[in-house]
């Protein structure tokens, strides 16, 4: 596979990226207070070194539960390796996250694992210390919705999702407890059809249908699939909804029920420190919330009412519901808030790669470790990119179209570019014309009072349905020349579909698999050793 080749473009031009992402990579200061250090420093990264090293965990156990996991799941050597590198205490990780999503989730979730893998080899050459990359599988997660699709283009460049259907408890219970029926194997069945058939096609729904197969866990289908795509390149998954390594965050879970509310109000607090920053919070926790579920059946929330603690309807003595944390962990699962405190409790973690929202909300978090007394990471958003064939990546450069161009659904980018494509000498007697009934008009509609005053009425009736009828007739030029060139109105659609797909940027829209299908596995060494991990730029790939 060639070199990809690629633009770089400012995420502040984006109107779907927060300032907050914008500002992070590009006026650091202003935002700050809000994290622990600017991962542009380097002694922001010896710092986090050390604090990382500096703090006490159970590194036998940490490893010895990572290994069990990577053992069932037969993972790569490589990421066997990596995990085993934990029992050194100068060992430090980059860690990142996602849930546990249909046939590999969405291109972004390649992205931010990449990025890890990448950050991860600069640290350890760069500062000395054994650096592993760390894939969190939020597979305790209930957000079936979020899961169960995967989208892809077809063989027409039509937005197409395959889905898989509500199982018992769907949205209700961890994704972790799902298990896969003979609806995946339909579903892979019907990807097969949709997809474009290439000569990678065969060997990448090969792949596919071994880990995403009846009888296996959603979670783990997710988890074997990450293995097989980066377990070579040392990442190691861990989900995150193993019991056996609930133990290792027990203190935290404890701390949670013997601080009831307090994590809530400090992310309240820092909400308001953002909004007076300009900044929207992400997470508005309600007061009364305890950062923790209950496993019972269901994954149910937590609350604090009058000095007693209510799951659900029911009404739980704080002294039996503390005891219940200390004796089994396992039954009890962190919300959004408490998450990253958990994977900075099992993992060494010197910084964490996040997608745009998962930085705004780690925006909340810094009161939140200060509190439970675990280092806060370095932030590093993860590597933005759209991959454009080659045809499309020539069609924007002909034209002069940025990126963000393709992103409105309609015809009305499609229209200005095709009125630039009109010979000058059309559009300059059209503004000519239209300019000369406005002048000439004009006069009449002073003159006519003279004669009648009644008439200026009928004079701006007459003036406005000339300006309509030259605006109709521009219209009707604009058609012929739709009509005339219909390559560059083909062009255009291929190039907004691969871009935008339904409107929505193509790292959020399209599968793993819609790229591996198309570009074949070399695609992700090439995005390893090409893919800049540069803050505040998204690349245009041509591959």
């Known amino acids: 596979m060639e070199e990809a080749r690629k633009i770089a473009v400012d995420v502040r031009r984006f109107p779907w990226i927060r300032r907050l992402a914008g500002e992070y990579a590009w006026n650091f200061p202003s935002v700050e207070t809000f994290f622990s250090g600017s991962p542009s420093s380097p002694d922001a990264w010896r710092e986090a070194i050390a604090r990382a090293q500096a703090h006490p965990r159970r590194r036998d156990d940490i490893t010895s539960a990572i290994m069990a996991q990577l053992g069932a799941r037969r993972s790569p050597a490589a990421a066997k390796e990596a995990a085993a590198r934990l029992r050194d205490p100068r060992a430090v990780a980059i860690v990142t996250g996602q849930q546990a999503g249909l046939f590999g989730g969405p291109l972004f979730t390649l992205l931010k694992a990449i990025t890890t893998i990448q950050l991860a080899a ?12 760390v894939f969190w599988v939020d597979a305790e997660d209930h957000d079936w919705d979020e899961v169960r699709v995967c989208h892809v283009l077809d063989d027409d460049q039509h937005y197409r999702t395959i889905t898989l259907p509500d199982p018992p408890g769907a949205n209700e219970i961890p994704v972790a407890w799902i298990r896969l029926d003979e609806s995946v194997d339909r579903a892979a069945d019907e990807l097969a059809l949709t997809l474009a058939p290439t000569e990678f096609t065969d060997s990448v ?24 795509l980066l377990g070579g390149r040392g990442l190691v998954v861990f989900d995150a909804a193993d019991p056996a ?29 953002l909004s007076a920053r300009g900044h929207e919070p992400q997470v508005v926790p309600q007061e009364d919330g305890v ?31 503390a005891a219940e944390v200390a004796s089994a962990p396992a039954r009890f699962s962190p919300n959004v808030l408490l998450r990253p405190l958990v994977q900075d409790t099992i993992f060494p973690t010197i910084c964490y790669v996040a997608g745009p929202s998962e930085l705004a909300y780690l925006a909340q978090l810094g009161p939140i470790y200060e509190h439970f007394g675990i280092p806060m990471p370095l932030i590093h958003p993860r590597a933005s990119a759209t991959i454009l064939d080659s045809a499309s990546a020539r069609f924007l450069a002909r034209y002069d179209l940025p990126l963000e161009a393709l992103q409105p659904q309609g015809e009305a980018t499609l229209n200005k570019l095709l009125e630039s494509q009109l010979p000058p000498s059309v559009e300059q007697s059209l503004h000519a014309a239209t300019a000369a009934v406005e002048a000439q008009m004009a006069k009449v509609i002073e003159a006519v009072p003279a004669i009648d ?43 907004q579909a691969q871009a935008f797909p339904a409107g929505q940027p193509q790292e959020r829209a399209l599968g793993v698999v819609f790229f591996l299908n198309r570009y074949g596995w070399g695609l992700v060494d090439r995005l390893i050793e090409d893919l800049p991990t540069e803050m505040g730029k998204h690349w245009v790939l041509t591959i």
Do not use: N
């Open 453 to 495: 005053p009644t008439l200026v009425g009928a004079a701006k009736t007459t003036l406005g349905r000339m300006e309509h009828d030259l605006k109709t007739l521009h219209q009707k030029i604009i058609q012929a020349a739709k009509r005339r060139d219909e390559t560059l109105r083909r062009q255009f659609a291929r190039a």
């Open 205 to 228: 729904l090969g792949a596919l249908r071994l880990s995403y197969r009846h009888g296996v866990g959603m979670a783990d289908a997710f988890a074997g699939w990450m293995d097989g």
């Open 245 to 273: 390594a609930k133990s290792l965050a027990g203190d935290l879970f404890a701390r949670e029920i013997a601080t009831p509310g307090r994590t809530a109000a400090l992310a309240i607090e820092s909400g308001r420190a």
């Open 291 to 321: 950062a923790l579920f209950r496993l019972d059946g269901a994954r149910r929330p937590i609350r604090v009412r009058d000095g007693r603690f209510a799951i659900g309807d029911e009404a739980v003595d704080g002294a039996a519901l």
């Open 122 to 133: 600069r640290v350890s050459a760069e500062h000395g210390v054994p650096t592993l990359p």
